[in-house]
């Protein structure tokens, strides 16, 4: 199937763990991103890598550090898990466009990461 | 950072009922996105808006582009059961380092009661 996956689905480590989570799209877009969506259902974007290349990094810890090997995956490793980064990662992919009706970002289904 | 402010937060309704909510901004928006998220799941596209007026439709689904390009609002009709989830408002600002970034309201969570 045609999808943006994920792995793991759920994650539960102890704090000042090391961790990734993976992603990869086979929708053949360009454009990928890591969003953090809190206790409150609020979404965040994290990162955006545009044919592996760092486009968007909003104010996120240097913990989280997002890794692009390909089109097709991104993931992201996490140093010395806290408490506060508790959440759901949402990865997305989107294709890149001049036009206005360009492809719209489709997103994973998400990672539950639970620290203790 | 830069907010949308998403209404209501949430919403009990019968089954059969309309729904309305909205999204304002305090800034022009080129772009504005709905989204649906159902539990344990992604956001998923429902009505993609690029110009200012525009009225689009999907189904019993309605979104419209307001003509200050700082709001929209997304009527669902008839509300059925499988309506149930969270509803999500994103927009999108044109080029610069923005580019493809998208900022989200807080969300209006849907129940429907049969």
């Known amino acids: 199937d045609t999808a943006v996956s994920q792995t793991p689905k759920y994650l539960v480590t102890q704090m000042g763990n090391d961790k990734s989570i993976k992603c990869e799209q086979n929708l053949g877009h360009d454009t990928m991103y890591w969003y953090k969506q809190d206790s409150k259902k609020f979404l965040k974007i994290m990162f955006s890598?545009?044919?592996?290349?760092?486009?968007i990094n909003e104010t996120v810890p240097n913990r989280f550090s997002p890794k692009s090997p390909d089109k097709a995956h991104l993931n992201l490793h996490i140093n010395s898990l806290e408490l506060g980064d508790s959440a759901v990662y949402f990865c997305?992919?989107?294709?890149?466009?001049?036009?206005?009706?360009?492809?719209?970002?489709?997103f994973g289904p998400g990672t539950r990461l639970t620290v203790l | 950072g830069q907010q949308l402010n998403q209404s209501p937060q949430s919403m009990f309704i019968q089954e059969g009922e309309d729904v309305s909510m909205n999204c304002t901004s305090s800034?022009?928006?080129?772009?504005w996105l709905w989204y649906k998220q159902d539990p344990g799941e992604g956001p998923v596209l429902l009505i993609a808006?690029?110009?200012?007026?525009e009225l689009t439709s999907n189904g019993r689904l309605t979104a419209q582009f307001g003509i200050t390009r700082k709001d929209s609002f997304l009527n669902i009709s008839a509300s059925i059961p499988s309506d149930v989830g969270i509803y999500f408002c994103?927009?999108?600002?044109?080029?610069?380092?923005?580019?493809?970034?998208?900022?989200f309201g807080q969300g209006t969570i849907l129940t429907v009661h049969p």
């Open positions: 994103a927009g999108r600002k044109a080029g610069g380092t923005s580019y493809g970034k998208l900022t």
């Open positions: 808006l690029y110009k200012a007026g």
């Open positions: 800034s022009i928006f080129n772009t």
């Open positions: 890598y545009n044919n592996k290349e760092l486009i």
């Open positions: 997305a992919s989107s294709q890149s466009g001049l036009a206005a009706t360009y492809n719209e970002q489709f």
